[in-house]
């Protein structure tokens, strides 16, 4: 679970914009950092089936966006996956 502190650390580094809330580089980095702790709690606790389910709709989510930002701007999907230090 994100504290607020960090939710917003996230925020500003990923922002696109001043008013930025909701874009796809946001929630895709807000979404790697859920995903990054449940994977943490799945080590732990194997057996925790519902954390199991939430981590595979998680991932599942965040693969439609960046499926989605890789055909709308292929540069800032290349630039996002670096930052983020996904797929490899």
């Given at each position: 679970?994100?504290?607020?502190?960090?939710?917003?650390?996230?925020?500003?580094?990923?922002?696109?914009?001043?008013?930025?809330?909701?874009?796809?580089?946001?929630?895709?980095?807000?979404?790697?950092?859920?995903?990054?702790?449940?994977?943490?709690?799945?080590?732990?606790?194997?057996?925790?089936?519902?954390?199991?389910?939430?981590?595979?709709?998680?991932?599942?989510?965040?693969?439609?966006?960046?499926?989605?930002?890789?055909?709308?701007?292929?540069?800032?999907?290349?630039?996002?996956?670096?930052r983020?230090?996904?797929r490899?």
């Open positions: 679970m994100l504290t607020k502190e960090e939710k917003n650390k996230i925020i500003a580094e990923f922002k696109t914009s001043e008013n930025d809330k909701g874009s796809i580089e946001l929630q895709v980095a807000l979404l790697t950092n859920d995903i990054k702790n449940l994977t943490n709690h799945m080590n732990q606790f194997p057996k925790d089936f519902s954390s199991k389910r939430g981590l595979l709709k998680k991932v599942s989510q965040r693969r439609k966006f960046l499926r989605y930002l890789e055909d709308k701007n292929f540069n800032a999907y290349k630039d996002l996956i670096n983020l230090d996904i490899g």
